[in-house]
Structures are given as structure tokens and as C-alpha cells.
């Protein structure tokens, strides 16, 4: 609502009249958590697909979803942006609040929590357009007509994910004729465009060569500073490098959260462990 | 004893493939040979550039365009009905409805394609013209306005049919991507799926096209049988098989000139055909590399 800068100005004005304003300022409590779980249970027809999630997410961290194919982490990932929503039998039981508002419960315009919350996918999906207008898509539907905010834009996302140099003369070109690792590098500068606060990525390396990951890996800690992500992972390492905190799941439950560190070190649970070591997955 | 019995049948497979192409390629030589012996006759500089088509009068004149601009003029009105109409059943089928809706609307869509054309004809020469009658004054009681407009109907799931496969073709992880970043389903139909699809959207196009100017019956019962060089919708027409039609049906003399007509408009009618099926093909396997 103030910049920092606004806010410093009236601190040091602090004349009577905007005394209460300031005050109010600073007696608000920091909204800790960005995003929270509460007991949430997904369905899939009958099948239980998530059981009783609960979970508190920071702002600006990075978290590491892990554990073996089908415990239920891109189910996880997309109750963020109700993308499960088009899946016949899908429903969600328990509360998930992201900035104060339970998107499953108040009434929320689904376009504009997409907006605020960006996803980038496990296989590069570029449109068949040119870079251009796939790094200007999300502006454009939202009615963005203004040449000039627009073409700056997709020129600061595709600096964001270190894509501009190697595309900056040719942004006419078909974004499928990029390789596999610049096309997720524009998937993401493509989500970065619409100014999301927080990031899903579903396994985003896992069709993409080592070289391509590491950069990916890069940016990720990057955003870190801006954003706050969700990354599912199948690799430990990757886990390791990108996440501040990590969250194991089973059959569809939470086994357990925690600071990456303390999870692949000193993890609480034996199945954590067994996972972690490699001894089932 | 498996073995000749295998041999008996692939012999008659390969017999059946032949008697295919050999129709095939008799049907076009006689074509050919018929309408060579044609244009020995007419100057091919009269066939397509004289506006007049009379060859059944005195004064004969053998003009080529009227029965084009007949043929042309209905298959357009059809295309201009089809077109909106079958895209936005394609649409509302591949990006709305639900699965279960769609199993059961596509196949009484293609009902529509199973109606008798002589019923269509009918239809548009006794309810459609003196429906539009009644608000378009001087509309003849023959016109290619309600042929037009009827045929459109008939070729509705040949667009709509063929658009909804391709949309559907087009991975679900363009859909998920646009939806994603904030997209709603119409946003996303528009500038995403329908682009994704358009080769195969055209291809239903085509064969549309196609599929109306080879059209017969409709067009021989309500929009008339008089060859006439026109853009006007509200006057009687005579299409390339309409005027087949009428000569055939007709007591004009074999090995005649007036008859060898019928094969100098069939053949003009099977050159345009074949283009418009072969681009298609050719959108078709482009198209099809695409997701590859
Ligand atoms: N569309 C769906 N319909 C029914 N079941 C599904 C669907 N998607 C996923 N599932 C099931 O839900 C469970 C979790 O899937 P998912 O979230 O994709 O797991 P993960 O990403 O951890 O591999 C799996 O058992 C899977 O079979
Ligand atoms: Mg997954």
C-alpha cells in the first residue's frame, strides 16, 4: 500500500495529522506466511488423492515439494491456482488461504488469482507464436494495449531469465524453433510478465540437459528475491540447491516439512530418510 | 490349405483396389476425350471469357462463367452460413461442454449430413424463399440466397466436425499454459486454440467448399436453371451441376455439341474439386508434422 520510501517520509514528516496513519503502519502486524493449508483433502471421484495437508509458506522462499510419482505433489502445486478445477470428480475439502483470502471458499475471480499466482509447467509449453508475443500474452489479454509499457515488459522478463541476448534480434522468430532449455527459460519470462507473487514450477528441469538445468536452477534462486515459489522436484540435489525448506509426501500425505537442511540431514521420519537415501522412490 | 485361402483373398483385395482406380481413371479419361472433342468445337478463349451460356438456344453462345459465378455464388452464402455457425459448435464443443455432451452432439450434428439433399432442396424452395419473401421484396421464387443458405446448413457438420478435431488435436499443455497466466476459456479459444488449429480448421473449410460446389440437388431445385453472369442472391441461377443435370435429364441429341457441354462444365467442375481436395491434403499432412 506505501512504499518503504513513502513510509520513511511520513515517519520523519511526522506532523499531528498523519501521526495516526503512522502508527497504524507500523502496529500492522507483518503478514508472515504467504500462503497457508489447512486440512485439506483432495478428491479425485473416490479416490483420495491428498489427506489432511496442513502447511504455512513464507514469502520470498523458496519450497522444495519431494517424494515419489503419484504421492500427490503436482496435485499440491496446482490447488494453488485451482488448476485442478477442470479435472471431472476433482474436490477440495479444508481451507487454502493465500494472502488473507481462502481462494477455494471467497468469492475470487479465478483470472485474477492466476495472475497472482504463476505456474510454469514440467515440459516447456510455449505457444506457437513468435517470443514476442508469447512473453506479451499475458498483458495482452488483460486488455494491455500500450505498445511501448508492453515491449519494455517483455523485454525486462526476458532479461529476468537471462533469454534477452541470445533472442533479443530475432524476437519475431517461432518460439518453437528454440531448444527445449530456452523454451522453458521463455515459459518462465512468459509467467514473469504478468508480475506474479508467487511461482508454481512442476518438475520444471525434468525434460531439460543438465547445462539447461543448472541455468534454470540459477534463475530460480534469483527470484527468490521477488517471488515466492513452489517447486516440485524428483531430484534430491535439486531440492538441495534451489529450496530453503522442503516438504516430503507419501500416498498423499504430508510426512514432513521442515529447512531443507534439517529434511536431508537430520530428517524426523524414517520414510524421509529411506527416501531421501535413495532406498525407495 | 490357410495359405491359398489367404492367397484367394488378397488377390480379391487387390482386385477390389484396382476396380477403384480403374473407375477412377476412366471416369476422368472419358472426361478428358469428351471434353476435347469439345473445345475441337468451341474456342477455349469463348468458354472462359464469354458471360452468355447457351448452348440449348439458336444464338449459342458457350460461356463458361455464368455457371461458374452460380456455382461460386451459392457455395459462398453456403460457406458464409457454415463457417460462423460450425466454428462456434466446434468452439463451444472442444472448449466448453462437457465429454459426455460431446458423444452424444457430434453424431446428431452428422445427422444433418444424412438428410436426403432432395429433402434440403425442397425445404428451401417451399419454406425458406417465401419465408425471405416475405421480407425481401423482390426476391425471384428461384435464387441462390435459400439454396445458398439451405446448403450452408447441410455442410454445417462438415466444418464443425472437422474444426472440433483439430482443436482437439491441439495439447491440452497450451490450454493449461493459457488458462495459467489468467486467461478465460474465450481468451484462450480465440488466441490460442483456434491459431493452434488453424491449418485443420481451413482443411474443414476446403473440404466444405468442396463438398457444396460438387452439391446438386439443392441448387438445382431452388436456385433455378438459368445460366446467368450475376453476384445478385435474389435472381435465378444455373450452377455447373445444376446444368448437368438439366441436360442430362434433357432429349438433347448424343455426340452432339450441345451434349459434349455437359462434360467441358464437368470437367471445369472436377479440376476445381480436385484443387481444393488436394490443398486440403497437402494443409492436412503439413499440419499434422506440426506436434511431431
Ligand atoms: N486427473 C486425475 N484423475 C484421477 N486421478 C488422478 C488425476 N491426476 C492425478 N491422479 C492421481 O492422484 C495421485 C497424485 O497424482 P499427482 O499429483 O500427479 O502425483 P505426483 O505429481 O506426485 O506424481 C496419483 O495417484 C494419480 O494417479
Ligand atoms: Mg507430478
Keep these: 500500500m506505501f512504499t518503504e520510501a513513502e513510509i520513511m517520509d511520513l515517519i520523519m514528516t511526522k506532523d499531528s495529522k498523519t501521526e495516526h496513519l ?27 488423492a491428498l489427506k489432511n495437508i496442513s502447511m504455512k509458506i513464507r514469502p520470498f522462499s523458496v519450497t522444495a515439494l519431494i517424494g515419489p510419482s503419484g504421492c500427490g505433489k503436482s496435485t499440491y502445486l496446482r ?23 481462502n481462494i477455494y471458499k471467497d468469492k475470487i475471480i ?70 527445449g532449455g530456452q523454451q522453458q527459460r521463455l515459459c518462465i519470462a512468459r509467467t514473469l510478465a504478468v508480475e506474479p507473487n508467487i511461482i508454481l514450477m512442476d518438475e520444471p528441469t525434468s525434460a531439460l540437459d543438465p547445462i539447461s538445468t543448472g541455468k534454470i536452477e540459477e534463475l530460480i534462486f534469483e527470484l527468490k528475491n521477488e517471488y515466492t515459489i513452489l517447486i516440485v522436484t524428483h531430484n534430491m540435489q535439486q531440492a538441495g540447491r534451489v529450496s530453503d525448506r522442503t516438504a516430503f509426501f507419501y500416498l498423499g500425505e504430508l510426512i514432513e516439512e521442515g529447512l531443507t537442511k534439517n529434511i536431508f540431514l537430520n530428517p524426523k521420519e524414517e520414510r524421509t530418510e529411506n527416501y531421501i537415501t535413495g532406498r525407495f522412490g | 490349405m490357410i495359405r491359398t485361402r489367404e492367397q484367394i483373398i488378397e488377390t480379391f483385395l487387390l482386385i477390389s483396389a484396382f476396380i477403384t482406380i480403374f473407375t477412377t ?77 460431446r458423444t452424444y452432439v457430434k453424431p446428431s450434428l452428422e445427422l444433418l449430413a444424412a438428410v436426403p439433399t432432395v429433402v434440403y432442396g425442397f425445404f428451401a424452395l417451399t419454406v425458406v424463399t417465401p419465408f425471405l419473401q416475405s421480407f425481401i421484396p423482390g426476391m425471384s421464387g428461384f435464387n441462390s440466397l435459400s439454396a445458398g443458405f439451405v446448403m450452408g446448413i447441410m455442410i454445417i457438420p462438415i466444418v464443425s466436425s472437422l474444426s472440433e478435431d483439430a482443436l482437439n488435436a491441439v495439447p491440452a ?33 476446403i473440404l466444405a467448399i468442396s463438398r457444396a460446389i460438387g452439391e446438386t440437388m439443392i441448387v438445382a431445385i431452388a436456385a433455378g436453371q438459368q445460366p446467368r453472369f450475376t453476384i445478385n442472391p435474389l435472381v435465378p ?17 448424343h455426340n452432339s455439341v450441345e451434349y459434349r457441354t455437359i462434360f467441358a462444365a464437368g470437367i471445369t ?6 484443387i481444393l481436395n488436394s490443398v486440403s491434403h497437402w494443409l492436412k499432412n503439413k499440419y499434422r508434422e506440426k506436434y511431431e
Design chain 2, 269 to 274: 467442375l472436377f479440376v476445381f474439386t480436385f
Design chain 1, 22 to 48: 503512522v502508527n497504524d503502519i507500523i502496529d500492522k502486524p507483518v503478514e508472515e506466511h504467504k500462503i497457508t493449508t489447512k486440512n485439506v483433502n483432495v478428491f479425485y471421484g473416490d479416490f483420495k
Design chain 1, 110 to 179: 479465478l483470472e485474477k488469482l492466476r495472475k497472482e499466482v504463476g505456474m510454469v509447467f514440467q515440459k516447456p509449453n510455449p505457444f506457437p507464436k513468435s517470443i514476442f508475443d508469447n512473453v506479451a500474452y499475458g498483458l495482452q489479454i488483460q486488455g494491455m494495449k500500450d505498445k511501448h509499457f508492453i515491449n519494455e515488459r517483455v523485454e525486462t522478463s526476458l532479461k529476468k531469465v537471462v533469454l534477452w541476448d541470445e533472442v533479443k534480434d530475432d524476437l519475431k522468430k517461432n518460439a518453437l524453433a528454440l531448444s
Design chain 2, 25 to 101: 481413371v476412366g471416369i476422368i479419361l472419358v472426361l478428358a476425350i469428351e471434353a476435347f472433342k469439345f473445345f475441337r468445337e468451341v474456342s477455349v478463349i469463348e468458354f472462359f471469357t464469354s458471360t452468355e451460356w447457351t448452348p440449348l438456344f439458336t444464338q449459342k453462345h458457350y460461356g463458361i462463367l455464368p455457371l461458374l459465378s452460380g456455382t461460386l455464388l451459392t457455395s459462398f452464402i453456403a460457406i458464409l452460413v457454415a463457417l460462423p455457425i460450425g466454428l462456434a459448435i466446434a468452439i463451444y464443443l472442444s472448449e466448453y461442454a462437457p465429454k459426455q455432451f
Design chain 2, 173 to 205: 499443455s497450451l490450454r493449461e499454459a493459457s488458462y495459467g497466466m489468467g486467461s478465460t476459456r474465450l481468451q484462450t479459444a480465440i488466441k490460442v486454440t483456434v491459431p493452434a488449429a488453424s491449418s485443420g480448421i481451413v482443411v474443414s473449410v
Design chain 1, 79 to 101: 490447488v494453488f491456482n485451482r488448476m485442478n478445477d477442470y479435472i471431472n470428480g476433482f474436490r477440495l475439502e479444508g481451507k487454502v488461504v493465500i494472502d488473507g483470502v
Design chain 2, 237 to 253: 441461377v444455373e450452377t455447373l451441376t445444376a446444368y448437368i443435370v438439366q441436360v442430362s435429364l434433357g432429349d438433347v441429341q
